[in-house]
């Protein structure tokens, strides 16, 4: 087991297929049953020591997990706080696994979170920059910003698009926090300023 901080609030366990297996546990038992998924995540938070790494105090964990190519199991945590009016909804957040029918090792994820928090607007124009050269799919977004926070809001068709995979790797490796609320939007479209609609990313990749 691996373990490795991506942020102030993000860090990533990383498992091979054999200690997965090691534990009498598949990845087929994680995309079928939420009790041993939800298991395995607090084991591998207790064993993992994240709580020397983030604080937890006021805060919430996102657990999410995926696969690659390389036999690897990854379960990225992250630290989430300050979420008025969200608090019966479940933060675990566990992305379905489903396998290729040509391929034992290539997996496709379900992307769930459309809602993307940054610190600040340099922040998403710099991802912006360095996205120019991979043609990344951003569909139907909004920009919106509050208390010196910047959303990026995806539309529902958008996430669901194949396309949009490689778009989310970027998306979670530069912004603060994700979110796949369904209340949430709402929240923030009342309360929060429209800086871009429906094309922020094109229109922001352009400058």
């Known amino acids: 087991m691996k373990v490795e901080r991506v942020s102030e609030n993000k860090i990533k366990i ?7 297996e090691n534990r009498d546990i598949t990845l087929k038992d994680i995309e079928k049953d939420a009790d041993i ?11 993992s020591n994240v709580d020397n790494i983030l604080d937890f105090e006021d805060s919430q964990l996102l657990i999410e997990a995926s696969s690659d190519n390389n036999n690897l199991l990854v379960v990225t945590v992250t ?3 300050d979420l008025p009016d969200l608090r019966d909804y479940s933060l675990m957040d566990i992305k379905k696994i489903k396998k290729r029918k040509n391929s034992k090792s ?7 979170s459309n809602i993307y928090d940054f610190n600040s607007l340099d922040t998403i ?3 912006c920059e360095n996205a120019k050269n991979e043609k990344l799919f951003f569909g139907k977004n909004s920009l919106y910003k ?5 959303y990026l809001i995806f539309s529902p068709s958008t996430i669901k698009n194949k396309k949009f995979v ?4 970027f998306l979670s490796e ?7 609320y369904n209340m949430f939007p709402t929240l923030i479209k009342e309360c929060a300023t429209l800086i871009i609609e429906n094309n922020a990313m094109q229109k922001l990749s352009k400058l």
């Open 166 to 169: 490689k778009t989310f790797v």
């Open 106 to 112: 290539d997996l496709v994820y379900k992307i769930s």
């Open 14 to 20: 990383i498992l091979t297929i054999e200690e997965l």
């Open 37 to 47: 998924a939800r298991e395995l995540f607090t084991d591998l938070i207790e064993e």
């Open 79 to 81: 630290k989430v706080g």
């Open 146 to 150: 509050k208390d010196n926070k910047y």
């Open 125 to 127: 124009l710099e991802l």
């Open 174 to 180: 530069y912004c603060d926090y994700y979110y796949s």
